[in-house]
C-alpha cells in the first residue's frame, strides 16, 4: 500500500488549498478513504472521510461547510479542497486508508 500526497504550501487566510492523494497497492474503487492532520503539539484528528461509491461524506465540525473531501476511482486519488483557510487548519494532512496506512503527509500553513 502507498498514498502519496501533494499540494499543500503556505496561504493567507481566507484562501483555498486542494490536497491530492495518489493511492496503490489495494482496490481503491472499493475503499473507504479519510484525510487527518495533526498541528504542531497536538493529536493527530480526523478532518474528513468518503464512501468507497463517494455517495457518503462525512466531516470533522471545525472544518463543515468549508472542506470538501471527493474521489476519482479511475485516477486512484482522493481530493480535499480546503476553502476559507483559517491559521488553526494550520497542520501537516495525512491520507489515510483502512485505518492503517498512511501517506507521509504534507504541510499546509496559513498565514498572513
Known amino acids: 500500500v502507498q498514498l502519496v500526497e501533494s499540494g499543500g504550501g503556505l496561504v493567507q487566510p481566507g484562501g483555498s488549498l486542494r490536497l491530492s492523494c495518489a493511492a496503490s497497492?489495494?482496490?481503491?474503487?472499493?475503499?473507504?478513504m479519510s484525510w487527518y492532520r495533526q498541528a504542531p503539539g497536538k493529536e493527530r484528528e480526523f478532518v474528513a472521510a468518503?464512501?468507497?461509491?463517494?455517495?457518503?461524506?462525512n466531516y470533522a465540525d471545525s472544518v463543515k461547510g468549508r472542506f470538501a473531501i471527493s474521489r476519482d476511482n479511475a485516477r486512484r486519488t482522493v481530493f480535499l479542497q480546503m476553502n476559507s483557510l483559517k491559521p488553526e487548519d494550520t497542520a501537516v494532512y495525512y491520507c489515510n486508508y483502512n485505518s492503517r496506512y498512511w501517506g507521509q503527509g504534507t504541510q499546509v500553513t496559513v498565514s498572513s
Open positions: 497497492g489495494f482496490t481503491f474503487s472499493r475503499s473507504s
Open positions: 468518503i464512501s468507497w461509491i463517494g455517495g457518503t461524506t
